[in-house]
């Protein structure tokens, strides 16, 4: 009797197991811009019943749908999706990413816009996108005269980044 039950065990979690994510699928289809057949296969694997998904699995399918979104042109729904990582995931792999389109998706809303660009610059030390956000906040303070914040944070950005090639900009920025 006890060989019946162990078989049928296996089967039973065989039938329910499911496959592991395949991440390197979901960044080329990604890349090759099908953002449709992405959409439709992260939706799944976030909805398939008793999904083991990590929370990293779970931050790489909903940043892809979010960017799938944004790219698709589907600008709220992407909106909607990047707020939801920035909320569940806030020290997440992604979060610099998320921020900087969120920047980018409000962008007309200055005040709205600038929170992000602060907290680009602020939380995601020496990555480009850090670098980026400085110099976006830098030049806002520029626009808004506020001089001597421009000049800290372009000061910033020298003494973090060294500049070597990236943007002799804000060494002239500096001299404004």
Same mark, same amino acid.
């Given at each position: 009797?006890?060989?019946?039950?162990?078989?049928?065990?296996?089967?039973?979690?065989?039938?329910?197991?499911?496959?592991?994510?395949?991440?390197?699928?979901?960044?080329?289809?990604?890349?090759?811009?099908?953002?449709?057949?992405?959409?439709?296969?992260?939706?799944?694997?976030?909805?398939?019943?008793?999904?083991?998904?990590?929370?990293?699995?779970?931050?790489?399918?909903?940043?892809?749908?979010?960017?799938?979104? +944004?790219?698709?042109? @589907?600008?709220? *729904?992407?909106?909607?999706?990047?707020?939801?990582? !920035?909320?569940?995931?806030? /020290?997440?792999?992604y979060i610099p990413f998320v921020y900087e389109a969120l920047?980018?998706?409000?962008?007309?809303?200055?005040?709205?816009?600038?929170?992000?660009?602060?907290?680009?610059?602020?939380?995601?030390?020496?990555?480009?996108?850090?670098?980026?956000?400085?110099?976006?906040?830098?030049?806002?303070?520029?626009? +808004?005269?506020?001089? @001597?914040?421009? *000049?800290?944070?372009?000061?910033?950005?020298?003494? !973090?980044?060294?500049?070597? /090639?990236?943007?002799?900009?804000?060494?002239?920025?500096?001299?404004?």
């Amino acid at each position: 009797m006890k060989p019946v039950i162990g078989t049928i065990l296996i089967l039973f979690l065989a039938l329910t197991s499911y496959p592991a994510i395949d991440r390197a699928e979901i960044e080329t289809l990604f890349q090759n811009q099908k953002y449709a057949i992405l959409l439709e296969k992260c939706i799944t694997l976030l909805n398939r019943p008793a999904a083991p998904l990590s929370s990293e699995d779970k931050e790489f399918l909903n940043y892809h749908i979010a960017a799938s979104y +944004q790219k698709s042109g @589907n600008l709220q *729904i992407a909106k909607s999706y990047f707020r939801k990582l !920035e909320k569940s995931y806030p /020290n997440g792999r992604y979060i610099p990413f998320v921020y900087e389109a969120l920047a980018e998706l409000n962008r007309k809303n200055r005040v709205v816009w600038l929170s992000y660009i602060r907290k680009l610059a602020s939380g995601s030390p020496k990555t480009p996108e850090a670098f980026d956000a400085n110099m976006e906040l830098g030049k806002e303070y520029i626009r +808004q005269r506020k001089f @001597n914040y421009a *000049i800290n944070t372009f000061e910033k950005i020298v003494n !973090e980044w060294g500049m070597g /090639n990236r943007n002799p900009e804000s060494y002239i920025l500096l001299t404004m």
